[in-house]
């Protein structure tokens, strides 16, 4: 797992892709793509103290000079993987009297919850956790399916690379359930931390500064005009919470929320939000970061004592923009310091809903055949096993 999911990886396939150039054989090449998540470059774009969109233009700049065929942002992937929360939670919230464990719908983008959850409480546990796929595995299908097609190429022929903020999303990546039998490939073949891409600007004797930026900060995966940076409201884990939040409160009582007033219980790791309808609790969600948190949580739903109808559920404390494979500070400057830091670039982008983007809804129609097929079913959720015993770094985190 080690050297398969590492940048050395990411060198080798850049490399026999230069000796396929230089024998003449540019049809047997590998097409590189590199999809860099937004925390990393909020990470990234902080060390070197440049704005989110230079820092995009500049990492675009430097996978290109390595030989990367296309870089994207996995924004766009996240904007499936947050309708489908939605449409997921609407489904289960109308059925909760008639299936146990429909609700609290538990939160599935964090592959640190996901292993621990498989590995410490299995059956009890994994049917309330989404089965939307993550945004990095959504980029997966995306790029070796959709991306692939357009190419004429098959997913084998393409070579796809996630950066993103902790060494989890490797594990992620390596699941059973992300391998194609047919053409023995991943839909992620290989993630690379923040931590890791700066250690090949490192390797590389060049400071991010200096790398010539690209135009853009994205190549776009659909239309042209989809590489423009943008974010999503909701925090630096992906904003499930508050999506989902506002989308149920729309779809099941009409009510249009704008800004969400939370509650802070234990910790500022822990909170909960609201919604009452006619004086009566219709919708009460909560945030859970941490081990501790997440440890409440689990324990409440085994009790059935567990009040909450959805909870964004995340292993690291202050989510995933605090990784562990994120950027540590320089001298004089405290790790609070610099997540405040990272926290204001990775929110300096205007935010939209994923609702906004004409994109999205058009493939829906072109990749999927719609938005309630099969092959959405396929592309967009996977299913979670219970496990006896786990390689993860979360055995030695936790
Ligand atoms: Fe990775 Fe931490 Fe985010 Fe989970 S919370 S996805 S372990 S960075």
Not at 153 to 164: A, F, S
Not at 334 to 346: A, C, H, N, P, T
């Amino acid at each position: 797992l080690i050297t398969q999911q590492s940048q050395d990886e990411l060198y080798r396939i850049l490399e026999e892709n230069k000796n396929l150039d230089t024998q003449g054989s540019a049809d047997k090449k590998k097409t590189v793509v590199v999809s860099v998540c937004p925390q990393s470059r909020a990470s990234l774009a902080a060390k070197y103290k440049i704005g989110i969109v230079e820092a995009a233009q500049r990492i675009n700049g430097f996978f290109k000079r390595l030989g990367v065929d296309l870089v994207f942002d996995t924004s766009f992937s996240r904007e499936f993987s947050l309708i489908e929360s939605g449409k997921e939670f609407i489904r289960r919230y109308k059925a909760r009297d008639t299936q146990k464990s429909a609700i609290p719908m538990l939160a599935s983008a964090c592959p640190g919850w996901i292993c621990y959850a498989e590995k410490t409480h299995g059956s009890y546990i994994l049917p309330y956790i989404s089965t939307t796929k993550s945004p990095q595995q959504i980029m997966g299908s995306l790029v070796k399916d959709y991306l692939a097609k357009r190419h004429g190429k098959t997913p084998d022929q393409i070579y796809h690379v996630t950066v993103m903020p902790c060494y989890d999303k490797k594990l992620e990546a390596s699941r059973q359930d992300f391998y194609n039998d047919v053409y023995r490939t991943r839909d992620v073949d290989c993630v690379i931390s923040t931590g890791e891409v700066d250690k090949m600007l490192d390797v590389e004797g060049i400071s991010l500064v200096d790398v010539e930026p690209c135009k853009e900060p994205c190549d776009s995966l659909f239309s042209p005009q989809s590489n423009e940076l943008y974010g999503h409201p909701g925090g630096g884990s992906g904003g499930y919470l508050e999506h989902v939040y506002k989308y149920a409160a729309q779809e099941l009582f009409g009510t249009h929320i704008g800004h969400l007033s939370y509650k802070t219980l234990r910790n500022q790791d822990f909170k909960e939000v609201t919604l009452e309808v006619d004086g009566k609790e219709e919708l009460k969600f909560a945030l859970a970061y941490g081990f501790r948190n997440i440890q409440n949580i689990v324990q409440k739903i085994k009790r059935g004592k567990c009040q909450y109808h959805f909870v964004e559920i995340m292993a690291c404390p202050s989510g995933c923009l605090n990784g562990g494979g994120q950027l540590r500070p320089d001298d004089g400057e405290s790790s609070k310091e610099l997540l405040q830091r990272v926290d204001e670039l990775y929110n300096s982008l205007e935010t939209r809903t994923p609702f906004q983007s004409n994109d999205i809804h058009q493939l829906y129609e072109d990749w999927l055949g719609g938005s309630d097929t099969e092959k959405a079913q396929h592309m967009l959720h996977t299913q979670y096993h219970e496990v006896e015993k786990m390689t993860s770094a979360l055995n030695l985190k936790w």
